[in-house]
């Protein structure tokens, strides 16, 4: 098992299917968790939707607020949340895959924004 393995995404958006995540990583039977923080940019209340192949838990401001933690089909979950805009609130998000595709997305919606990837611009690691 890899571990201790880090590096930077653009957006949480990706459809594995039946290839590895990264070399080293075997296509099956693995394990990741990203880590960041999320700045809204306005004020007002945010619906995120997380899809995914497999396991998935989701952490906005150290609340879990998905916890899907099982093998299933390609399924969306919804939470929705007010954030303040500008204030940067910890993300984490942790997914398993046991076999065949594997992908995991996370979208949102809020003030001015229809339903979209979260943007590289909202995650820092500050």
Known sequence: MNSGLS?????VNFFWGEKA?????PKDDFSLRLISNLTPPTTGTYTFYIRSDDGVRLWINNQ?????????????YTVSLPLAGG?????????????A?????LKWSGPG????????SAFSTK
């Open 7 to 11: 590096r930077r995404e653009a957006q």
């Open 21 to 25: 995540p990264i070399p080293g990583i």
């Open 64 to 76: 879990l607020l998905v916890d899907q933690w099982k093998d299933q089909p390609p399924t969306e």
């Open 87 to 99: 204030t940067p609130y910890p993300i984490k998000i942790e997914y398993f895959d046991t076999h």
């Open 101 to 105: 595709n594997a992908d995991l997305q």
């Open 113 to 120: 924004i229809s339903k979209q990837p979260v943007p590289a």
